[in-house]
């Protein structure tokens, strides 16, 4: 609670100055007038006083007022998690307001023309009947009986359907937009949590970030501000019988490592690289987006990602081809064989410790999503327009795709 003094007398709230000429701040928050008394100076004070003011009675006791303004200050909106159109909301308290003053949190979706109570847990807020497909700008303020504090800075996010686990198979789902499967450690990653079962997480020891400023248009990513910082999975199999396998993957490769030495790795399988490596090519100097999948040769998509801002990247397996999609487009890399060039084949259903990250890369990475399959058509067109419609990517998507315009249903 803040005392301010306004000059003797009650203040409204649209007054710029007080009785006395001194200037106050005005707070759209409750005042309350208390009344201060000073003690008495005295008889022999009182009867100079009295002497030097031509004979004025000089009361023993002197009176003022002063006002008493209760202000609640601004929450933080962190994040914004969405679920078949219920966005489960988090948010952190002001900073400089009194415990126990705010009894209530409200939101609203139209600049605080309309406020609504969210159904509330321990800074959390979860608001239901969302459209499909629609950006919000939502704001809330905290409150109590009496006086409403200051709205929070906007956060914008588009209501989606949850997708991934409609598709049957789902094997990894590392979604950064969930703040509670990042652990931190030290400020920095320690663990990314899967949201699938069985779990496979990945863990670093490195400065992979998670700050408020490590984001992929507006949302939640992780950062990897310097080369040789990555994720390592657990040892497993993660593709299908016959070498199946379809990766969707969101990132945002912001510039090229300093060197020419090392490829800039998005997601790989451990050291064996010959088994699957998504990278840009940055040794060979061409930056071009590049995938091993079950030889040792490098298959080029013909597209330079790094600086192009945020991509979703879509990669399909079967026993025999592979295929790689940049925001829904076909590459250079179209059911091409996998033993194209190479006289070795080498399977990609084995055992191996999957890594995110590393080597040249230097970015962001906001979800990563697996299956053991060679996933369909229609499903690969369903989970692009999901992630292109969840990152604010959906205008990257081509003119023909089915999800251009509208989210998955």
Not at 89 to 98: A, G, I, Q, R
Request: aromatic share 10%; with cysteine.
């Amino acid at each position: 609670m803040t005392k301010k003094w306004v000059g003797g007398q009650t203040m409204s709230s649209s007054m710029k100055t007080s009785a006395n000429g001194r200037s106050y701040s005005v707070i759209n928050n409750e005042t309350t007038t208390q009344k201060k008394t000073y003690p008495d100076v005295g008889d022999s004070r009182r009867a100079l006083m009295r002497s030097r003011s031509g004979g004025a009675i000089i009361p023993k006791k002197v009176s003022q007022k002063y006002t008493v303004q209760e202000m609640i200050g601004a929450p933080t909106i962190t994040n914004v998690v969405m679920n078949n159109y219920i966005a489960t909301l988090t948010y952190s308290p002001p900073s400089s307001t009194p415990y126990g003053l705010i009894s209530f949190y409200e939101y609203s979706l139209d600049g605080g023309m309309n406020w609504k109570y969210g159904t509330n847990s321990p800074l959390q807020m979860t608001i239901l009947g969302l459209e499909n497909g629609k950006m919000y700008d939502i704001i809330i303020r905290g409150g109590n009986s009496r006086i409403q504090g200051q709205p929070s800075v906007k956060y914008t996010f588009i209501a989606v359907k949850q997708v991934p686990t409609e598709i049957a198979g789902i094997d990894i789902w590392l979604d950064a937009t969930d703040e509670g499967s990042v652990i931190l450690s030290g400020g920095y990653v320690s663990q990314w949590n899967d949201k699938t079962t069985p779990t496979t997480n990945f863990s670093s020891s490195s400065a992979i970030t998670y700050n408020t400023s490590d984001i992929i248009n507006g949302r939640r990513a992780l950062g990897f501000p310097s080369s040789g910082l990555a994720l390592n999975g657990e040892t497993r199999t993660i593709s299908g019988s016959g070498n199946k396998f379809t990766l969707f993957v969101v990132f945002n490769h912001t510039v090229n490592n300093t060197g020419t030495t090392i490829n800039s790795e998005i997601f790989m399988a451990g050291n064996t690289y010959q088994r699957f490596d998504l990278f840009s090519n940055t040794m060979s100097g061409t930056n071009l987006l590049s995938l091993n999948a079950g030889y040792s040769d490098q298959l080029s998509t013909g597209q330079v990602i790094i600086g192009s801002g945020a991509n979703v990247i879509s990669v399909v397996l079967d026993e025999t081809t592979c295929s790689v999609y940049l925001n829904g487009e076909t590459t250079l890399i179209n059911g091409i064989s996998k033993t194209a060039g190479s006289s070795i084949f080498y399977g990609l259903d084995g055992t191996f410790s999957w890594k995110i990250g590393g080597s040249g890369f230097i970015g962001y990475i906001g979800e990563l999503i697996t299956y053991p399959s060679n996933m369909g058509t229609n499903d690969r067109l369903k989970m692009e327009g999901y992630l292109a419609w969840k990152w604010g990517l959906n205008g990257k998507l081509p003119t023909n795709h089915v999800y251009k315009t509208i989210p998955p249903p």
